[in-house]
């Protein structure tokens, strides 16, 4: 096994690849691809542990960090209300099985006979 080339080291976690990586997470985000936005989150530290950014680069990386971060809002936003639905919709069936005079705890099976 050879040793990795310095400048394709370089060019594996240099300022373009970290911004590639950012790019990256913030389109999963916005597709929803949560694993995506992990990996490429993972891939970046591991490429800013040994790059170094300048003020203005890390500024852009942190515009774009709050895109993604805002995305992340949105989905936990939307995932509250469909779990509040869920709730409502739980509360009522077991109110309509409470009325209908069956005990919340039964179980409701249906047997087909030939």
Known sequence: ??????????????PRSIELLTIQALEAARAGNWDRVDACYTERGISLAVCRVDRTFAQELLTMDEEVRTAILVAQAGLSGLLADAVQVKRHLRQLRENSGQLASERVTIHREA
């Open 1 to 14: 096994m050879s040793a990795a080339n310095p400048l394709e080291t370089a060019s594996l976690h240099g």
